[in-house]
DNA sequence: TAATAATAATTAGTATGACAAATATATGGA
DNA sequence: TCCATATATTTGTCATACTAATTATTATTA
C-alpha cells in the first residue's frame, strides 16, 4: 500500500517541476507575469468578461487565490475590474488593450515552452494521461458536477 | 500546440487536488502535521540521519523549503537539528522518538488515505503513469541543472 | 599560505494554495 | 416588509515554492 505514497510524490514533483520550468523561462525571456497570471488572461481571452467566480472556476483557482492574482494583474494594467450590471457584490474581470496584447506577444513562445515538456511521448501517451489523471480527479471529487478535461 | 497548456493545466490541478485530499484528511484526523511534513518524516525513517541537503533531494524540496518544514518538525519536536561530525556548515537531521511514534501511529492512515486517488485504475495505468510522469520529469531536467531522483 | 571559489544553511521577498472569517449585497420565505 | 440565509469578494493566517542574497565554513589553487 505505500505504493501509493510513492505515486502521489511522483504526480506532486513532476507538476511542480513543469510549473517551475514555464516560470523559469518566463522569467529568462522577461515575460513580466507568471505562469498562473497567464493562465488567468488566457482564460479571460477565450471567454471574455467573467466574474472572478466563474475565471476562479474555469482557472481550477480558488476565490481568495484569484483575487490575488487579478490584484497583480490589475496593478500590471493587463486586465480591470468593471462593475457588474446586475449584482454589486460583483465584478467584471476585463482584459485591457495591453492585456490582450500581452497574450498576442507572447502566445507563441508559450507554446514553445510549454511543448518541452511533453517530448518523446505519443497521441496514446497523451490520452493515457488525461484519463489517467481526470479518473484521480474523480475519485477525489467533492461535490462539483463532472470536471473532467477532454481535450 | 494550444494541447501542452491543457496538459499542463490538468497535472498541476490533478496533482493539486490529491495533495488537497490528503490534507483536508490530515486535518480531519487531526493529525497535528501537514502532508509535506509526513513525506520529511517517512524519508527520515527510511534513510536515517540525513543532512538537510540529502534530505532535500530525497523528498525533491529545494533548501530553503526544506529548511522552513525542518524548523516547523523541530517546533513540533518530531526531528531534531545535530551537529555534523566532520563538516561544520551542515546539521544532520534525527528523527526523534516521538517522531517515530508518530510515524508508527500515522503510517495505517496515511496509506487509506492516499490509496483513495488511485481508485478504479489497474497496474498497467500504474505503470503507464509512473513512465510518463518520469518523462516528463527527465525531458526538464537539463536546463535546470537540478536533481534527479529516480521514482 | 593567502586568496579565491565552492558549498550548506539561512534569510528575505514575492507568489500561490488552502481555509476561515468578515463584509456587502442578494434572495427567499414568513 | 422583515428576517434569515446564501453568495461574491476580500482579508488574514499559515504553509509551500522559487529566487536571490547572506553567512559560515570548506576546498582549491596560485
Known sequence: ???????????????????????????????????????????????????????????GKDQPTLTRIVDLLVGKKLVERRIHPTDRRSFIVHLTAAGDQKIEALSNSVNEIRMQAWQNLNEADFEHLKRILNTIYTNLELDNGNTSIDG
Open 1 to 59: 500500500m505505500e505504493q501509493y505514497n510513492a505515486y502521489s510524490f511522483l504526480l506532486d514533483r513532476t507538476a511542480r517541476r513543469v510549473k517551475q520550468y514555464a516560470q523559469y523561462q518566463f522569467n529568462c525571456r522577461e515575460f513580466g507575469i507568471t505562469v498562473d497570471q497567464w493562465a488567468i488572461l488566457k482564460n479571460l481571452k477565450q471567454y471574455a468578461d467573467l466574474s472572478q467566480k466563474e475565471l476562479a472556476e474555469y482557472c
